[in-house]
């Protein structure tokens, strides 16, 4: 983490020292040129947190990679580092990581089992999402992408139909206990981004995962920016 706030001071010191010599933004005030800064910056910033996503997930370092930055991000930054407290308190077997503005949700086979080569959820699984249903509807300003993986038992085409139908599964479920569905994306990532080998027994487990990315979503960017400036 410190490399990257090294590239992005480096960056921003480049890029005042540019609109200095710059005779265009010489006719602008220092608050329009704090503003070019910022967002210049965020942009760095927000590119490096995506492709530094642990678990290699290009799709979800995208997500959780936008930055809003400043006062705001701030806010944010709070908001989702009290969710993310809430979340492993609810489900304590759960891999909960902070990343950017936003949170990484792993839930391995033991959070979210499904039966032999179905998307059908067990009643184990359906037990350990219905404690994240109370935090998830306690952050309704949060919009979630839902990411299903499998291991490599099979036919690649197989895995990625049978990862996207466990996603959806995923998404049908917690739309069934009062949650927006309008706050879910649901992806299969089939094989990909594995987080253990798929050599043995154990690894694989591991690799049959759901993965959730959750962000701010534009009421919350909205109202953080509004407290910012206060």
């Known amino acids: 983490m410190k490399k990257v706030t090294l590239y992005v001071l480096v960056s921003i010191l480049s890029l005042g020292s540019l609109l200095?010599?710059?005779?265009?933004?010489?006719?602008?005030?220092?608050?329009?040129?704090?503003?070019?800064?910022?967002?210049?910056?965020?942009?760095?910033?927000?590119?490096?947190?995506?492709?530094?996503?642990k678990g290699g997930n290009s799709a979800m370092g995208a997500v959780l990679g936008g930055v809003i930055g400043g006062v705001a991000g701030g806010v944010i930054g709070n908001k989702m580092d009290k969710q993310a407290r809430e979340i492993q308190t609810a489900l304590p077997g759960a891999q909960v990581e902070r990343v950017g503005e936003g949170i990484k949700l792993t839930l391995g086979e033991n959070a979210v089992r499904?039966?032999?080569?179905?998307?059908?959820?067990?009643?184990?699984a359906k037990a350990n999402l219905d404690k994240l249903v109370p935090v998830f509807q306690s952050y309704a300003d949060t919009d979630l992408v839902i990411y299903g993986y499998?291991?490599?038992?099979?036919?690649?085409?197989?895995?990625?139909?049978?990862?996207?139908?466990?996603?959806?599964?995923?998404?049908?479920?917690l739309a069934s206990k009062g949650l927006n569905v309008s706050r879910f994306t649901t992806k299969g990532m089939g094989i990909a981004d594995p987080i253990a080998t798929n050599d043995t027994p154990e690894g694989r487990s591991q690799n049959r995962r759901v993965e959730f990315a959750i962000t701010a979503n534009a009421k919350m960017v909205e109202d953080a920016q509004k407290e910012a400036g206060r």
Do not use: H, M, W
């Not at 499904?114 to 184990?124: C, I, Y």
């Not at 197989?158 to 995923?170: H, I, K, P």
């Open 114 to 124: 499904f039966d032999t080569n179905k998307a059908t959820l067990t009643t184990a």
């Open 150 to 173: 499998t291991d490599n038992t099979g036919a690649v085409e197989y895995n990625q139909t049978l990862s996207e139908q466990r996603g959806a599964a995923v998404k049908t479920y």
């Open 20 to 53: 200095s010599s710059c005779e265009a933004a010489k006719n602008t005030n220092r608050t329009q040129r704090g503003a070019a800064i910022g967002a210049v910056a965020g942009g760095i910033l927000g590119a490096v947190i995506g492709n530094n996503v």
